[in-house]
């Protein structure tokens, strides 16, 4: 008699065989939606899974978001199960997504990003990291667990490995005197050794986000509610409106779309590592000047032609 193998039985190597392919916060995201989200229906066998099972079980998850997220996460996983030779349909497939999915757009304008400037003026962790993404349009994590090894001070690079990235390819970020300068505020602890840069222990770098962004809030209340996340748009938007060509942006960035997605990103492997050292230094030139001015925050439009220290 065979025995009866369940949805649960299989995710362990699933995940084990995704994690050579996947960078570890969308790995992260995985297990959380298929360990912890998808635990009600392990029980299930791989084959007896209904689609009216799969609609009630994203009805359980909260926001729409989340719940398409775990939605694709289990189509991947019944994907690779057929390819696998272990399931013969996709139980995911003809059901609906779950509402609809409010893309923020959330562009900081200049008063604003000024303000949150000035409000991250500490030398606590969080501020520090407020400050690098508004700078440098990283994403937050990467920013959050940022490693002495990945800096160097003397080309003024921060090296991302291709496992610390959310397409899986490693990432070279120029960094800007200014960023350099906020890194120095934590020699002490690379000079004791540390891993991390940030984080009061030094195992995965900074967490609490949560209860440091209200307190960020509440002595810098804007009048439209923002995320972290909307600094890395505003840094995108800002490079833009600064002329800084597209596909310069999206190098920046580590995007993989447009101008270096398909074919085109095959055959040109050109880094553009001058261009996005010019743009960053470019931006951090504008974002200095929070410091020294008390004019309303109108953000100036030189090109990325013009000269940077």
């Known amino acids: 008699m065979n025995e009866v193998v369940t949805i649960g039985s299989l995710i362990p190597e699933y995940l084990k065989e995704r994690s050579q392919q996947l960078s570890t916060s969308y790995l992260g995201d995985l297990r959380r939606y298929l360990e912890i989200n998808l635990k009600p229906l392990h029980h ?22 989340a719940a398409n997220q775990a939605r694709a996460a289990l189509s991947k996983f ?8 272990l399931a013969e349909k996709n139980p995911v497939a003809g059901t609906d997504k779950l509402g609809r999915q409010v893309h923020r757009d959330r ?13 991250c003026a500490g030398d606590d962790d969080f501020s520090l990291i407020v400050r690098l993404l508004i700078l440098l349009g990283q994403r937050r994590d990467e ?47 690379r000079i004791t050794g540390r891993t991390h840069i ?6 995965k770098g900074f967490s609490g986000f949560s209860k440091s962004k209200i307190a960020l809030d ?3 209340p804007l009048r439209t509610p923002w995320r972290l996340h909307d600094l890395r748009r505003t840094c995108a938007t800002q490079l833009a409106r600064l002329r800084v060509p597209p596909y310069v942006i ?22 553009y590592d001058i261009e996005k050292r010019e ?13 020294t001015t008390t004019s309303s925050g109108r953000l100036a439009e030189p090109t990325i032609s013009d000269p940077v220290s």
């Open 218 to 220: 509440e002595r810098c």
């Open 250 to 271: 999206e190098a920046v960035l580590n995007h993989i779309s447009g101008t270096k997605a398909g074919v085109a990103g095959i055959y040109n492997r050109h880094l």
């Open 78 to 85: 019944y994907n690779w199960a057929i390819a696998s030779g």
């Open 44 to 65: 299930i066998p791989l084959e007896d899974l209904t689609r009216a099972q799969v609609k009630a079980w994203l009805l359980t998850l909260r926001g729409a978001t």
């Open 198 to 203: 940030f984080g009061m222990w030094d195992n």
């Open 143 to 189: 920013v959050a667990r940022m490693r002495w090894e990945e800096i160097d001070f003397v080309d003024a690079t921060w090296s991302l490995p291709g496992e610390r990235t959310k397409n899986g390819l490693p990432h070279e970020v120029p960094l800007p005197p200014i960023a350099l300068k906020i890194l120095r505020q934590r020699d002490d602890r």
């Open 107 to 119: 562009v900081l304008k200049g008063d604003e990003l000024k303000a949150i400037w000035g409000a």
């Open 279 to 291: 743009a960053l230094n470019l931006w951090a030139k504008h974002i200095a000047a929070f410091d």
